[in-house]
């Protein structure tokens, strides 16, 4: 399977966020993909829309269902929402999707901050195997994977990302 370029996802995504965003939207990026996908369309949508928009960060790691599985891997990131939270009409960001827990970890974290008027999900990728009744609002492909393989998404130095499969059997990774 030849990978798609993230970049391109990433104008796809663009052109499906634009459309959905009015004066009551704030973005939430997930660390680490999401936040990174947000930090690279915020300086575009806010140029097109002609106004700065309200956002935040979340880390999903202490909310998830399956932490006591998963446990920390690294150190838990600061949540960071900056704006009142109720009546918002919420759009999170995430890199990519798979079984929707941490899209629920994320809007039960969000919940503790108020009461959203509503939450949309975009994500670059759907993976599919979702195991909740979530699903992303927008994307930028729906590439399915085998269950043993993972999306690894990854940015270099000079901000430009970069897509590749790892297959977690035999942690064998590359551009498929």
């Keep these: 399977m030849k990978l798609p370029d993230p970049e391109q996802l990433l104008e ?3 052109q499906q966020l634009l459309p959905a ?8 990026g997930i660390y680490t993909g999401g936040v990174w996908l947000m930090e690279k369309l915020l300086p575009k949508l806010q140029a097109a829309l002609g106004h700065e928009l309200a956002f935040g960060k979340l880390d999903a790691a202490m909310y998830r269902d399956d932490y006591a599985q998963r446990g920390l891997k690294t150190k838990s990131l600061p949540a960071y929402i900056p704006f009142d939270v109720n009546g918002k009409h919420i759009i999170l960001i995430d890199d ?3 079984t929707g827990r941490t899209t629920r970890a994320v809007m039960n974290e969000l919940f503790d901050y108020g009461r959203p008027a509503s939450i949309q999900l975009a994500v670059l990728i759907n993976r599919g195997g979702a195991q909740l009744p979530v699903r992303p609002d927008m994307t930028g492909a ?3 994977l085998a269950a043993q393989q993972s999306f690894e998404l990854s940015m270099n130095t000079q ?11 035999n942690g064998v990774s590359g551009d498929v």
Excluded: A, C, Q
């Design 142 to 144: 729906d590439l399915p």
């Design 12 to 14: 796809n995504l663009y």
């Design 159 to 169: 901000g430009r990302l970069h897509l590749s499969v790892t297959d977690v059997t």
């Design 21 to 28: 965003i009015d004066e009551n939207t704030v973005l939430v």
């Design 96 to 98: 990519i999707f798979y």
